[in-house]
C-alpha cells in the first residue's frame, strides 16, 4: 500500500499576552478581566498565565468592524416619514 502526504502542518497559534492586549485596545488589565469573565473575548488559561489567540482576536475585530459600517449606512441612510 501506498501511502500519500495529505497530512497538512498543524497550524502555529500566535498568542497575545495581557500586555499585548492592554497596548491594543487601550484598556486596564482589570478591564481585560471583566471582558474574559463575561466571556466577551476568548482567552486560555495556562498555569498562572492568560493567552489571548491572536486569530481569534483579529476575527472578532473584523466581525465588530463590519457591525459598525453597516450601522454606518443604516444611519446614512435617508429616512422617508410613513404615509
Not at 498555569?47 to 443604516?74: A, N, P
Request: with cysteine; hydrophobic share 35%; net charge positive.
Amino acid at each position: 500500500m501506498k501511502r500519500t502526504k495529505n497530512h497538512k502542518a498543524p497550524k502555529t497559534l500566535e498568542l497575545l499576552t495581557t500586555a499585548d492586549m492592554v497596548q491594543l485596545f487601550q484598556v486596564t488589565p482589570s478591564c481585560l478581566y471583566r471582558w474574559r469573565r463575561r466571556q466577551i473575548l476568548p482567552s486560555v488559561k495556562v498555569g498562572y498565565s492568560v493567552y489571548f489567540i491572536k486569530e481569534d482576536i483579529e476575527t472578532i475585530l473584523k466581525h465588530k468592524s463590519k457591525l459598525s459600517m453597516q450601522r454606518k449606512e443604516d444611519l446614512d441612510a435617508p429616512t422617508y416619514p410613513k404615509p
